[in-house]
């Protein structure tokens, strides 16, 4: 595949307690990371970010999406570091990026810009800081 | 003279007996055959192809396509027509007979007497009418008549052709050495060009003749004449000796005694000798004639591989063989009687420079290797190893606007794989077949199979080809 990071938004911001609220109602699945203590409460694909809050997420997106998320949210930060959210395309790596991450709670998400050779098989793997997956997300990039 | 001896030197034991065998075959066919019309007719096939040869050589080109067809055709309905032939040589015979040893040349019937009588009642002017059957079987040419069954004497030939005698008319059947049946009779020839003074005994003669291989003899009371009918032809004979001639001759069997019994071993020696020259010259035009080059991409075969190792390429898949022989040989040879084996039990993890030579090729014999290109592999083998790989679902089309798919949990969640090192350690997900998105509801379980690519792995003992999808959609927010 042709090099390509295509658009790459790395957002970060702290969250309200209405937002850790909603992030609570959502079907987390919780990756703890043993040496960093950082806590994946959630991580999904999506295909908006609005007010903070992933919205339509899916396992399988139209190309004509035009752009997609994957959003992470992180419970029990210790301590300020870093995460990588690793992007593959037919198990070749497409992007790495590397986005902060603070105490106590924090959010943050990246994206890719879609095109029509993007269709097929992806997978995002959320890394700590050490390159340990956190958890891997599986979606497919449709017509 | 030198020439003579290097062609010698170079023949080998399997020659030898490829020669001998045939010859002995061709033979055996002539000692089986000899004296029947299956015989004769497979002298004229020989000839017609003989001349279909000359016939192509000289360039006559619808000359060749005739007698071509002919001798195809005449290939296959000889065993048709000469089924009784064939069928007596094989079943008559006994299986020691047709491999070993010449018949005894027996007897069939006291020829003398029957001749004898025959030419008695000429004299007498009495009429007679005595078939000899040859191989066919004429019992359905044959109507009415009483059984006789006496064994043949001068007395009784005389007895039943006697005037006052009730079954003097029709045909005796002479069958062995006994008058089988009496006062038969023969279907009467249709021919209109038969002189007039030729009675119905002369017709009925002529008429069994032409229907079949049997021999008629046919006394005439107006003349005193008698004339054997064989063939569909009529022939007179003088006297009892040539009737004698003839009968032994239409039996096929002569007296093994005195200069005939030197004239018949001549006979057997000349055809054993006419065999193995046919056959040596045969073999020679086959295998000894113009060299002729040819040349053939084979696939190369590995074999005795270490069961622990896996072929992960090889510089070549199949390798160009050139091949020399006569013209004959080369051109009948086909490219799947042309093997290259290459033997890899030597071979181990890694690349492996295997020299190929002509002992890698097998061959038809006769054909001998001139080339082989190129001539050595380059083959890497890897340990075989097991992975497990987790699955994803490669779905594909697209869901109504309003929908999204929402979930999607496989089982197994993780496969198994068998194969090279190499190419496991690249790989990190195992993939679907393809799932078309237009074929899903709101929420179901869909079974699909496994893309496993290359196809050099393979699915470790227990681990399933298909996956089931247990989906859920949603509305689109």
Known sequence: MSPRVLCIAAAVFCLAGGIAGEAAAQPSRPAASGSTRLTLAQAVVCEEIRDGVPANSAIAFPVSTAKIYCFTLFDAVAEDTFVFHQWYFRDRPSSRIRLSVKAPRWSTFSSIQLREADRGPWRVEVQDASGRVLKTLRFSITD | M???????????????????????????F???????????????????????????????????????????????????????EIRNVL?????????????????????????????????????????????????????????????????????????GNPVHDGAALVEGDRVSRVSAILPLSRREDLPSHLGTRHRAALGLTEASDAVAIVVSEERGEVSLARGAKLQRIA???????????????????????????????????VSLLFITGFWYSISRGLETLVSFEVPVEYQNRNPGLEIVQASVNSVRVTLSGSGTLVKSTRPDQVRV???????????????????????????????????????????????ELPVQVDWTGRLPEHLMLAEAVLEPQRVELVGSRRILESLQTLYTEKVPLERLREAGVLEVPLSIQPASLKLAPGSPEKVVIRYQTRRRE
């Open chain 2, 239 to 273: 006297d009892a000796e040539s009737l004698v001639e003839r009968l032994e001759e239409h039996f096929g069997v002569a007296e093994a005694r005195g200069p005939e019994a030197r004239r018949e071993r001549l006979e057997v020696t000349t055809a054993a000798l």
């Open chain 2, 91 to 163: 079943q008559v015979r006994n299986l020691k007979s047709i491999f070993w040893g010449v018949p005894p040349k027996t007897r069939v019937a006291p020829v003398e007497i029957l001749a004898e009588s025959l030419f008695e009642l000429a004299r007498r002017r009495h009429g007679a009418l005595v078939v000899v059957p040859g191989e066919e079987d004429i019992r359905e040419l044959l109507q009415g008549g009483i059984a006789w069954n006496g064994e043949i004497s001068r007395e009784m030939i005389l007895s039943i052709f006697y005037p």
């Open chain 2, 341 to 387: 084996r290459v033997d890899l039990s030597g071979a181990g993890a890694g690349e492996n420079t295997i020299p190929i030579t002509a002992g890698n090729v097998s061959l038809p014999p006769g054909i001998r290797v001139k080339d082989v290109s190129p001539q050595s592999l380059l083959v890497e083998m890897d340990l075989t190893v097991k992975k």
């Open chain 2, 2 to 28: 030198v020439e003579t001896i290097s062609f010698l030197g170079t023949l080998r034991w399997q020659d030898l007996v490829d020669i001998g065998l045939n010859s002995y075959i061709l033979f055996r």
């Open chain 2, 30 to 84: 002539y000692v089986l055959f000899r004296g029947t019309y299956v015989f004769r007719v497979l002298i004229g096939l020989t000839m017609l192809w003989f001349f279909q040869q000359i016939a192509a050589y000289l360039g006559l080109i619808v000359t060749s396509w005739v007698i071509q067809g002919i001798v195809a055709v005449a290939a296959l309905i000889i065993v048709v027509v000469f089924r009784n």
